[in-house]
């Protein structure tokens, strides 16, 4: 069936090379409308109606935004609500009307569930009414809403209350303050964890963090906009320092009480994929060690808080990065589906309370990327993962009966999956190099029953050069890396070319891959425009390609990333077309480390650089993402000292323009401000911009001088 | 006499023009060098004996450090002392010995008075033995040796103590802390101050000031050396906020008690200008309102703190700005000398306690520059001032008695004055263009007895260029501004040139003078090496030329100041050998205020600018020197608004660069950190440098740094 969208698709096909495509790029174009009007139109906050056959998301209509409720199975098979049309029903119960499209939370078989402002609504699709609605505290944050009861969990400052659906406000804390943090995510987001709060599955109980940071170091952060000038402190812990200690606790909504998880081991440990029993009695936790190469998957009793036992331990010379909560089969109180990198790469096991395996789900040599669901009756696992090739994602299910897999899509490119459990229909929402968007719905057996979204290519009136992917061998010799080129448009082989490699090499990151523009930002695009090869290469230690692809840059980030940058410059000096006397090497974060590395560490290879963010010594990074891969810098010293920027600067040839957001509260504006004063203490010549205010990323229309900014350098320097 | 000298220095001059100068000055020459083997050789420290006939120096004799004696009166005539001869005197009392020549504090009949690390030492120079020793708390700082009794202030952090000379310590203050601050100078070094105590003539009390600034905002300064950096606050009052409140209080080491001046006035008024009556009777202080337009010189019962009366008052409606103490007349406890610019000019005035005026010492159109001292019996007063150019420091004496006045030099250029009040005799320290140092003594008639110093030319082995100075017309259409341009080595006039204009053309300070090198920086010879010209005009509201050419700034910081910079650039324009299309304008500090303002207020007059350590917003700037100017935000809105450089950035072009020292705590890091943030938000491109750790001025090695990154910025965009 794929075929047919592949054939009603083919007039996107070879949409760079169309005589009609004339118009350039500009920077603000990238930068204003690159995540709009010039990026392929897509669908937002799609999901499933619990229990139903009906899929809600939201786009333009007739350049109207638009709530979306859609069913191949009923005629007509599509209903919409625009914002004026949900205010109606606001306007009956006098309540604040929306001004524009609300986020729906969950949508039940009775209502959309959103919030507007701080009211959180419960909107009945059916009746168009709103049905109930509640007022939380007007500071509230990190609203988390119950499944079946509706209650709020929420935090105002660092303390955590519950909204009950009857309006009252249970306290569950009262003494939070800076140091003592309750109900938000802890770990600075690692391992998967983005909130504080954990709902129970009928909404009764709630598991939340409590985040004792009193004993990290603060780091101070300028407001420049007060007149003096205010520094704030943000808690910061950095590798090898005291870190923060985190509990869990379960509070129960009925005794209006809290206990606290009775886990053993150090205070500093990690505790991460907090989920629940579907009975609401257990709830599970994984217990990680500081040094990251141990794991227990727990269970904890949540009325008592009591350990109930440990039902599986992984260990890891490298490192362990637990980050997918269990998920227990349908209506199966034993049988769950865990996540192990244990091969090599990222694949699914069947495991019992007993912490038996049951069924390796899935093996060989790529990765699951991403599991949507269960689906229910026929216990069918649905997921992506890169069977074709790293650069896709293909979707796929596995039967947790039988362990039989298939793979649902052959297209190469990218696929996201949105699988409803009740109907086994899934949401294939696609793109590739060619395709910008293409979203359908599939039933159970894998039929096409809608293309809801056939998005034109957005970029058809631009004259855009060509992109080439390719592999080269990585410095180990035997590893393929994947390679993005692109080239200016009216490229010319018989000329010379100067070339800027965009690199990051660091871990989760992917850069090449066969989705629209193949990863590239149209910046790139722009700057081939202007006269410029842009060049990515994927080394060792990025993303999607594995665990074992990944774990060489244990305890020594930057080595086997330089080796295999290397390899990318060496391809690019081989290349009649490149100027190699006009090499380039830009990199934002993990990037700018690997930018400032390569032009201290492989002096001579680039003869221009510009890192924006850059890790300049990751003993000043902070404790969960850097002793994950380097230890700590009492256990490993040399590691520590060999990566450090600071000790390579006597070899800066060339041109560098380091870059920050003095209020980078990731890598700490100290990072860069010291490699400057090093520099100036040696007498080498850097240059150094800010960007006050901003963040770890230069964003919003801001941008805009950012990219020109470096886009100049290139431009007077390259 | 003076030919005399002019003709035995003849080898001097011409010296820029000889053959065998061929040497290229290096970046590294003009900051490592050229204050010390580039520079002109200089003697250290001169102070007359009280007393007696002998002048007391130090300088390097063959090659070593020597404090000398020297009295042209006697033979031998000199005597010295080299570090070793010095220790051998604290040997033998098995004291630390020196590392290096002492700064000699007094100089008095039987002994050099020095502190080697915390030990207060009197050195018998009759005998070569320690007479007197003394040691002080570790931590003291800010030490203040009385006259005759040799007691000490000190402070230890904030609070103040006097070491007596039997050894006992007194305490003054015990409450001192980072907002109350006892004995340490106040109002940040404005008004000529530059200590917190003052001793009374006899040695037995202390005037000190007490300031409170716990009511003064917080400025945060980031320590990067710190591992998190770490933020310290410093007290930082800003025009029209809250400023500290001072008091002064005179401490009696008799009785060990203090009392403190009952002065009149608002808390946050300016005390300046503290000073003794010959009897210790009486405290004199000058009272100056915050609107700094109204002073009174009042007197206090040093026991009592009694206010007796106010002896004079002056109103100005542009400013007031007193900057030196009353003197007495030697042995008259009624007649004292009073500076003023009343008549547009600063001139001497003597009066007496009734606050009649006795006399107008001194008047014309020119300026006294510094008193020196008044000679015993005679009552004749010696001053420099600029009675014969601007450019140039002539040494005067007038007679308090007769009102004559004399001129005592005329050699164009740059004299310094030490007057021995005891004989009459005088040392006249000079430089020209010309004459790199000459060192004199001159006996009360004027006659000279001894050239101590004739320093060679420090250049005579480099190329250096032409250096001219002349004059163009301000533009009020009347007012000469001086200026000077370096030519390139091998300069010629039918070639083109690009040209900096290096400005400063705030209040107090001179660029242009007929001193050596006509008070350019050695750089600027570098510069002109490398193909630039190097041009300076001294504009209105510079110092060295009178109230009257000042006062032109008031409430409108930046307006004539661009005026008369116009000027300069309306005559490079003129030129047949400069190249318009390549003028460039660096400034610092004042200078940077004035480069920032050059490159937006006048748009395209410069292509190139870099600024360092800018005053972007006089709101931001200090109370005490920017109320004095501009008045307060509130009195003054337009003339904050009409300066602040942000509101100009719409109109920059061509290429900006601005430095900061990260830890500046005169013109603070937030000034050019906000001017980028707006140039980003309104998507201006500028280029941005900081030097980690450096305040106001980036010195020491790390300045190479600074004048080479520089120097490359006009090469690569000039």
Redesign the interface.
Known sequence: MKYTIIVCLGFFLLHFSASAQSKKLTIEDCVLKGKNILAPEKINQPQWIEGRTALVYSRKLNGVDCLIKYDWRKKPSQVSWTVGKLNQAFRRLKLDTLTKLPNVIRTGMDGFVFFNNNNLIKYDYRFDSITFHLTLDKKAENMDVAKYTTHVAYTVDNNLFVLMNNGTVQPISNDGNAGLVYGKSVHRDEYGISKGTYWSPKGNLLAYYRMDQSMV????I?D?DE?????HNIK?P?AGMKSHEVKVGVYNTATQKSVYLKINGPADQYLTNIAWSNDERNVFVVVLNRATDHLWLNEYDANTGDFVKTILEEQNNDWLEPTILIQFLPNNNNLFVWQSQRTGHNHLYLYDLNGTMQKELTHGDWDVINVSGISFGKNKIYFTGTTTSPLDQQICCVDATTGEMQQLTKDKGIHSLYLNEYTGDYLDVFSSYQIPKVVSIYDRRGKLRSNILLAENPLKDYKLGQTKIFNITAADNKTALYCRMILPPNFDSTKKYPCITYTYNGPHVQLVTNGWLNGADLWFHYLAQEGFIVFTVDGRGSGNRGFDFEKCIHRQLGTCEIADQMKGNDYLRHLKYIDTARLGIHGWSFGGFMTTSLMTRTPGKYKVGVCGGPVIDW??YEVMYTERYMDTPAENPEGYKKSALTNYIDNLRGKLLMIHG?SDDVV???QS??Y??K???K???I???????HLHNVQG??R??LL??IT?YFK?NL
Do not use: N, R
């Not at 007149?227 to 520094?231: F, G, L, S, V």
């Not at 150094?688 to 205010?693: A, E, N, Q, R």
């Open positions: 170091t603060d780091y101070p300028m420049l007149h003096p000038a205010k520094e910061y950095m003993s000043y003095t700490v504006w100290q401000l010291m400057i004063k520099c100036v203490e007498d080498k010549p240059d150094y911009f800010v960007y006050p205010g229309k801001d805009i001088h020109q900014k100049d007077q």
